[in-house]
């Protein structure tokens, strides 16, 4: 129950932004896919870096790049080798360990080097993918909650390049 009430404070703190629906749902999309990206350690830095450089919500970025965290990680990193395998065709072992039995750094690194490239497809593709829907979730969820927070529209953070010219 305590993750739960937590995820419900995070997004009502996401949706309490002072910025347009458009803007809430682009930085946690932005920080989603960065969740994916495989510079595991480099996730905070790079979701400042982007909300600094497109002015948008730090707090929207980070909150996106909380996707990937230790209860998920063999989730986001397994699916997106298996994805990248899939994609680019690749059926040989995952995992090849070198006869010897060398676990130094080089022995780990020539028996990994071979799931290099599935893993970068694999964490690009499902990258996009994933921000792309929690765009789509996100993005209509923050609207409704501006309508019902501003209820006369006229402060209201609406994004109005989608609403047309009046």
């Given at each position: 129950m305590r993750s739960r009430f937590d995820l419900k404070k995070a997004l009502r703190y996401i949706l309490n932004l002072e910025d347009?629906?458009?803007?809430?749902?682009?930085?946690?999309?932005?920080?989603?896919?960065?969740?994916?990206?495989?510079?595991?350690?480099?996730?905070?830095?790079?979701?400042?870096a982007l909300a600094a450089m497109l002015r948008t919500s730090s707090l929207a970025?980070?909150?996106?790049?909380?996707?990937?965290?230790?209860?998920?990680?063999?989730?986001?990193?397994?699916?997106?080798?298996?994805?990248?395998r899939w994609v680019l065709r690749d059926g040989g072992p995952i995992l090849s360990l070198p006869h010897g039995g060398d676990l130094l750094i080089q022995?780990?690194?020539e028996a990994a080097k071979g799931n290099l490239l599935p893993?970068?497809?694999?964490?690009?593709?499902?990258?996009?993918?994933?921000a792309l829907l929690s765009y789509l979730i996100l993005y209509p969820l923050a609207r409704c909650y501006a309508i019902k927070r501003y209820p006369g529209g006229a402060l209201a953070p609406i994004d109005q390049d989608h609403l047309g010219s009046v």
């Open positions: 347009t629906p458009h803007q809430i749902a682009l930085g946690f999309a932005l920080g989603v896919f960065i969740a994916f990206s495989p510079l595991m350690g480099l996730h905070t830095v790079s979701a400042l970025i980070l909150t996106g790049t909380l996707v990937n965290n230790p209860w998920t990680i063999a989730f986001v990193y397994g699916g997106s080798l298996y994805v990248g022995g780990v690194w893993f970068l497809v694999g964490t690009s593709l499902l990258g996009a993918i994933m």
